[in-house]
T-cell receptor, first 113, second 114 residues
């Protein structure tokens, strides 16, 4: 399996509910980032959490990072129909010079009215 | 403050033709990254460039693919003699520096090879 795998692969909830997505990775990292991608569109950066941070908030988003378990979670509170998208975690291992991101396969979130 | 720009947004090529994808990074950004996304999959790193230098091309296929980021002008991802398997969305990202800087993505170029 690859670095950065999201769980679940697909999630369907009703508007107003909370959505939780998880990401696991294999190697040590410098930071982990979450992105959103609407169907057929580019990626929108949501939040970056560094390896020495445990939790971060941005609006309705809450991200946690557990480096001992090599996992992260993204919580979207009070979801809206507009939150319907695919969500990807991406890790930055930065072993030297490059900062290539390694993406997971994503969680497809469907928020219904 | 324009974001990362990519063109064309959609590109259709026949097998054997060449595809040229362009990426203009955000203003002030000197680090450019190219990623490829196959349908229903996550993005896969291809290459990381700074002005006039290829820093990491570990994700680039050995043949037919090349990338450049000249001193002036956009970064170019070039695919020669395209095959159907090259059909994908190609995303460019840029960052201010390296290391822990956020990468900002462009809207992508969707390449279809007939």
């Amino acid at each position: 399996s690859q670095q950065g795998e999201e769980d679940p692969q697909a999630l369907s909830i009703q508007e107003g509910e909370n959505a939780t997505m998880n990401c696991s990775y294999k190697t040590s990292i410098n930071n982990l980032q979450w992105y959103r991608q609407n169907s057929g569109r580019g990626l929108v950066h949501l939040i970056l959490i560094r390896s020495n941070e445990r939790e971060k908030h941005s609006g309705r988003l809450r991200v946690t990072l557990d480096t001992s378990k090599k996992s992260s979670s993204l919580l979207i509170t009070a979801s809206r129909a507009a939150d319907t998208a695919s969500y990807f975690c991406a890790t930055d291992a930065n072993h030297g010079t490059a900062s290539k991101l390694t993406f997971g396969t994503g969680t497809r979130l469907q928020v219904t009215l | 403050n324009a974001g990362v720009m990519q063109n064309p947004r959609h590109l259709v090529r026949r097998r054997g033709q060449e595809a040229r994808l362009r990426c203009s990074p955000m203003k002030g950004h000197s680090h450019v990254y190219w990623y490829r996304q196959l349908p229903e999959e996550g993005l896969k790193f291809m290459v990381y460039l700074q002005k006039e230098n290829i820093i990491d091309e570990s994700g680039m296929p050995k043949e037919r693919f090349s990338a450049e980021f000249p001193k002036e002008g956009p970064s170019i991802l070039r695919i020669q003699q395209v095959v159907r398997g090259d059909s994908a969305a190609y995303f460019c990202a840029s960052s201010l520096g390296q290391g822990t800087d956020t990468q900002y993505f462009g809207p992508g170029t969707r390449l279809t090879v007939l």
